[in-house]
């Protein structure tokens, strides 16, 4: 199943207008840094002292916050992680899923100009501080059953 990729702004008013939700793929650091305001947080890859490691315990983790029949946009920094992780989640059942295609930050040339803004460079609202339930402890915590 090909996944549909969009706009930053797209993604918003998906949220507003159609209630999907923010899934955040980016480490936790990336994300208490600044997000998307209600975003969720389940990182792909976590940061380590020598650099991004994966998250082997991601698809559990996905879902055992979020049913597979839920509306779901999918984010990281530029677009790159959101999409692996959004081919991971479709190839375990998930059905309603939307790429955030510039993620957080925007897309790049080669030559390091920006292509499309994210969300952060469009003007959307971002938060630092994660909403009750939506941290990646919390979420992370239901697959150990600690909720």
């Not at 990336?30 to 490691?53: I, K, T």
Request: hydrophobic share 35%; with cysteine.
């Amino acid at each position: 199943m090909a996944i549909r990729r969009v706009s930053a702004e797209e993604a918003h008013r998906l949220m507003v207008d159609d209630g999907y939700l923010y899934l955040d793929v980016r480490s936790v650091q990336e994300f208490e840094a600044g997000h998307p305001s209600g975003a969720y947080n389940v990182p792909l890859l976590h940061m380590a002292p020598d650099g991004m490691r994966p998250n082997p315990a991601f698809l559990s983790e996905v879902e055992a916050a979020f049913p597979k029949d839920r509306a779901i946009l999918v984010g990281c920094r530029s677009g790159q992680r959101s999409l692996r992780a959004g081919e991971a989640m479709a190839a375990a059942g998930y059905a309603d899923l939307v790429d955030v295609r510039p993620g957080f930050a925007g897309t790049t040339d080669p030559f390091g100009g920006k292509q499309e803004p994210g969300w952060q460079p469009s003007g959307l609202p971002i938060e630092r501080d994660a909403q009750p339930g939506r941290s990646y402890a919390d979420l992370s915590a239901k697959t150990k059953g600690e909720t």
